[in-house]
């Protein structure tokens, strides 16, 4: 069963550690999903790639909060430095779209649990 | 993207079927409607979507009405593994362009043994 694959699962880190989490898309799958899921804010769109370039930060503080594709095969979110408030469910999804044609599913991985203490 | 109401919380017997509504009265032509649903400690994950036409697939049918203003996700036998959060999104379909799918606070389906 293809899946996106997420690391760490889990995550404990001190306030002002730099903390990276690594996502593995789905093989040939070209769009990639950063989204952040709190009790208070619901699931939250970070940030999302399309054939690696970056299409849209918006949802993303950007003092703190960087995301890249260095290649194909990894997405990663970085947070320097951490803080409490970003203590969340960080999920990464993967979907295949061409040009011309609408993006039908994005699949989820099982998510990084990160605690800023 | 047109804004969506579900009820918050929702019960439902094993074996019966599960009736989960979305309201999407602002809903235009060009948007489709998708269902997602979220298994506890797990991703979303993608059911069924839907432009004016019925579907229905493996996992579930998808109900919407004429005017396009509600629609209804039908689980036939809902079964334990089916209790989660399950989200109606409305999203507009183009052309390379709005991959994006925003969530809502959902609907969770509690299946009763």
């Known amino acids: 069963d293809a899946r996106v694959t997420q690391t760490p699962r889990h995550k404990v880190t001190e306030m002002g550690q730099e903390v990276t989490m690594r996502c593995q898309p789905i093989?040939?799958?070209?769009?990639v999903f950063w989204y952040r899921q709190t009790m208070m804010q619901g699931l939250e769109l970070l940030a999302y790639?399309?054939?690696?370039?970056?299409?849209?930060d918006s949802g993303m503080p950007k003092d703190r909060f960087s995301a890249e594709m260095p290649d194909a095969t990894l997405a990663t979110l970085k947070i320097q430095p951490s803080e409490p408030r970003d203590s969340a469910v960080y999920f990464c999804?993967?979907?295949?779209?061409?040009?011309?044609?609408?993006?039908?599913?994005?699949?989820f991985g099982e998510g990084s649990w990160l605690t800023v203490v | 993207d047109a804004k969506t109401t579900q009820p918050p919380s929702m019960d439902c017997a094993e074996g019966r079927a599960a009736n989960l509504p979305c309201n999407h009265s602002?809903?235009?032509?060009?948007?489709?409607v998708y269902w997602y649903r979220q298994i506890h400690s797990q991703g979303p994950q993608y059911i069924i979507h839907?432009?004016?036409n019925n579907e229905t697939n493996e996992m579930a049918s998808l109900i919407i009405t004429e005017d396009r203003k509600s629609s209804t996700l039908i689980l036939p036998h809902a079964t334990l593994r089916d209790t989660a959060v399950y989200y109606c999104?409305?999203?507009?379909?183009?052309?390379?362009?709005?991959?994006?799918?925003?969530f809502g606070t959902g609907t969770r389906l509690t299946i009763i043994p």
């Open positions: 999104i409305v999203r507009v379909r183009q052309h390379f362009g709005n991959e994006k799918l925003t």
């Open positions: 093989l040939g799958h070209n769009t």
């Open positions: 790639f399309r054939n690696r370039a970056p299409l849209d």
């Open positions: 839907g432009l004016k």
């Open positions: 999804a993967s979907g295949f779209t061409l040009a011309g044609e609408d993006l039908n599913t994005i699949y």
């Open positions: 602002t809903i235009s032509g060009n948007e489709y």
